[in-house]
């Protein structure tokens, strides 16, 4: 495969990358935050032919370790619209205590490359709605993500991201923006786990908040044989 990016550059970046990773937990501990959160899940992606497949996927996230927890179900379906975009349309419900059940939809739109290079660029374009299951308010958002990844071996390899939050429809304002960095970690051919750290801003709202969050995430790619 022919690549776009030249070895210097690709030390460069990786050198760069890493530090950033490296420089994050003082980062971290040099700012107030109002909680420090735990996520976990695992996601079940097959493929159903060559342009199609669905994705179940669960997650469990838990506030200042010891308190106010919430979990979620969600399902997907994507189609691959061409050798660099796909689209998905998935629907997620949250429970939360003492609070509101919570549904969303979402559409999907991604950018990436189907096979690995040394410099991974992905972006991702999702409009959402979300509705409480009792009180039936409803709240819309865009948001666009763009993430950085480099092939370090095939171990494991690290990235960095950012995305914005944009409230639509009965006011258009910011509202949010989160930060990234991680590891990729290949299990195996079908398994991935995906380690991060994030700090996730409010914008815009009476009570803004800024949350730090740790998240380990395994995804799980099955492979269905064929009847004779």
């Keep these: 495969m022919k690549r776009i ?12 990358l ?57 399902v997907g379906i994507k189609r691959e619209l061409s050798k660099r975009w796909d689209m998905e349309v998935a629907y997620r419900h949250t429970v939360r205590p003492d609070a509101d059940p919570r549904k969303r939809l979402m559409l999907d739109f991604s950018y990436g490359n189907k096979k690995k290079r ?31 990844g480099y092939n370090v071996s095939k171990l494991v390899d690290p990235y960095v991201s950012g995305e914005v939050f944009f409230k639509i429809i009965s006011n258009n304002e910011y509202r949010g ?19 991060f ?6 914008l815009n709202v009476k009570d803004p908040s800024k949350n730090l969050v740790y998240g380990c995430m395994l995804s799980y790619s099955p492979k269905f044989k064929k009847k004779d």
């Design 197 to 202: 750290a994030r700090i996730d801003t409010e």
């Design 18 to 74: 890493l530090w950033g990773m490296l420089f994050l937990p003082s980062f971290v501990i040099g700012q107030q935050f109002d909680a420090r959160q735990i996520w976990t899940g695992m996601s079940v992606k097959m493929d159903l032919n060559k342009k199609w497949s669905t994705r179940i996927e669960g997650q469990y996230r838990h506030e200042n370790i010891t308190r106010d927890y919430r979990y979620f179900g969600e």
């Design 5 to 16: 990016f030249n070895a210097s550059f690709g030390k460069y970046f990786l050198r760069m």
């Design 118 to 148: 040394d410099l991974d660029i992905g972006m991702r374009f999702r409009l959402q709605n979300s509705m409480t299951s009792f009180s039936g308010k409803h709240t819309t958002l865009a948001r666009a993500k763009l993430q950085l």
């Design 177 to 195: 923006w989160r930060t990234t960095a991680g590891l990729e970690w290949r299990i195996s051919k079908r398994m991935d786990l995906k380690t």
